[in-house]
């Protein structure tokens, strides 16, 4: 089974908490939903490795500490998806740092709940009931 691995960064935005996450680039993605920045670990590496390299790698923020949001499975293909959390630093400026990615931007949580892929939904829940925020 694939497995991905990702984070959920997020900061106080001027119009309260925002994430980080990302569009697929490509014509054929055009109308797909956004994503937590993932990607496969290389052989040997860790998850939560992975996600940070992947985060790096398509928007070019580098993440600070991580705390574990669990794992989704996408219905369709089955892949799991396993997410860490953390606040981005006060510095990131997020950019499209990969051709995987055709946008890489912070969005309200009430933005990124009709963007993001619906299976990887409940890392925002999970990110605000770790918070401390009524979902």
Not at 117 to 125: C, S
Request: proline share 8%; hydrophobic share 35%.
């Amino acid at each position: 089974m694939k497995q991905s691995a990702g984070t959920l960064l997020y900061r106080d935005g001027p119009q309260g908490l925002e994430v980080l996450l990302v569009h697929p680039s490509g014509n054929y993605n055009r109308g797909k939903p956004w994503s937590i920045p993932k990607g496969l670990p290389d052989e040997g590496e860790g998850l939560e490795a992975a996600a940070r390299r992947e985060t790096l790698e398509e928007t070019g923020v580098v993440a600070g500490d991580l705390l574990p949001l669990g794992e989704i499975q996408y219905q369709k293909s089955g892949k799991r998806i396993h997410c860490f959390a953390g606040p981005a630093p006060e510095i990131a400026r997020p950019h499209c740092a990969s051709w995987e990615v055709d946008r890489a931007e912070f969005l309200t949580i009430a933005q990124a709940r009709v963007t993001i892929h619906p299976d990887q939904a409940p890392f925002l829940d999970r990110l605000l009931e770790h918070l401390g925020h009524a979902s």
